[in-house]
């Protein structure tokens, strides 16, 4: 890892707080997930029209959580492997405040530039 990067401890705690943070979250929110009840003598059209759209936006939270919590876990590899804090596609060192607004990311500025 580079010298003028914080120590690898300090990423870990802080990848593994982000981790723990997004899984409380999804079991938190485990309820917008689940199937819409669509027994029309309970609840009317509009009604389950708009739950079955908070449920829809529920799932693709869940979806972003979990590609989320992917790279967490792609992130924690890298530090294990003594890789974190270089750029995973040409091997410089990635920014520390580019690590420091996204400790996950697996790439400098220059190659997620070139990505998109």
């Known amino acids: 890892m580079a010298e003028n990067l ?4 300090t990423w870990r705690e802080r990848l593994l707080a982000l981790q ?6 999804a079991d938190s929110s485990a309820e917008s997930r689940k199937p819409v009840e669509l027994d029309q003598a309970s609840v009317g059209r ?14 693709a939270s869940q ?4 590609d989320e919590l992917l790279r967490i876990r792609a992130a924690l590899r ?3 492997d003594g890789e974190y804090g270089f750029c995973g596609v040409c091997g410089n060192e990635i920014a520390p405040a580019r690590l420091a607004l996204d400790p996950a990311t697996p790439t400098c500025v220059s190659c ?3 990505r998109r």
Do not use: C, N, T
């Open 63 to 66: 979806r972003r959580r979990q």
């Open 78 to 80: 890298r530090i294990e």
């Open 20 to 25: 723990h943070e997004i899984e409380a979250l």
């Open 112 to 114: 997620a530039g070139a």
């Open 6 to 9: 914080p120590d690898v401890d």
């Open 46 to 59: 509009l009604s389950r029209m708009d739950a079955i759209q908070g449920q829809a936006m529920a799932m």
